[in-house]
């Protein structure tokens, strides 16, 4: 079974950094390699939107639009990744998701993200205003 779990504050005021950090557990029997942190969005009355990931080599990757500001990491040794996104704006207040999606459904998971792949955090609503 893997489980991942999402956390951080809940309000963030405008201009400053959203900082969340995704904890995964899973049974060592399920084998995790090739599986990147994949971090996700949804704004109120829209889809959900691909933010980045990282791999299990520390490459990383963001969504054009959000690349400026966005910064994902890992650590292995406790099994999490971190999202930063900078000079937060009201436009950034969604419910965030973490997720570890295999290598080879990234493309997939880019042009139409969906939760029926990979492995899934609850989400944490992130509101940003003063």
């Known amino acids: 079974q893997v489980q991942l779990q999402e956390s951080g504050p809940g309000l963030v005021k405008p201009s400053q950094t959203l900082s969340l950090t995704c904890t995964m557990s899973?049974?060592?029997?399920?084998?995790?390699?090739?599986?990147?942190w994949t971090w996700f969005r949804q704004s109120p009355g829209k889809g959900l939107e691909w933010i980045g990931y990282?791999?299990?080599?520390?490459?990383?990757t963001y969504n054009s639009s959000l690349r400026k500001r966005t910064s994902i990491s890992r650590d292995t040794s406790k099994n999490q990744s971190t999202l930063q996104l900078s000079s937060a704006t009201p436009e950034d207040t969604a419910v965030y998701y973490c997720?570890?999606?295999?290598?080879?459904?990234?493309?997939?998971?880019?042009?139409?993200?969906?939760?029926?792949?990979?492995?899934w955090g609850p989400g944490t609503q992130v509101t940003v205003a003063s």
């Open positions: 997720a570890k999606i295999h290598g080879s459904q990234i493309a997939t998971m880019i042009s139409h993200p969906t939760k029926t792949l990979g492995y």
């Open positions: 899973a049974a060592d029997s399920i084998p995790m390699s090739g599986y990147y």
């Open positions: 990282i791999t299990y080599a520390d490459y990383s």
